[in-house]
C-alpha cells in the first residue's frame, strides 16, 4: 500500500502476512489500519466486502 489505509469488514473473512511475517486475521466487524508502504500477501477464505 503506497499510502496509508484504514479499512471496515462488512463481511468475509481473510488474513494479511506481511513482508515481516506477521499474520493478521480478520472477519467482519473488523477495523485495521495499515501505515504507508506496507506489503504482504492478502488470503482470502470468505468473499470480503470492505469501506
Known sequence: MKHA???HFLA???RFTSDAETTIHFTAGDTLFFEADTEGLWGVEE???KV
Open 5 to 7: 489505509e484504514v479499512m
Open 12 to 14: 468475509g473473512r481473510g
Open 47 to 49: 468473499t470480503m466486502h
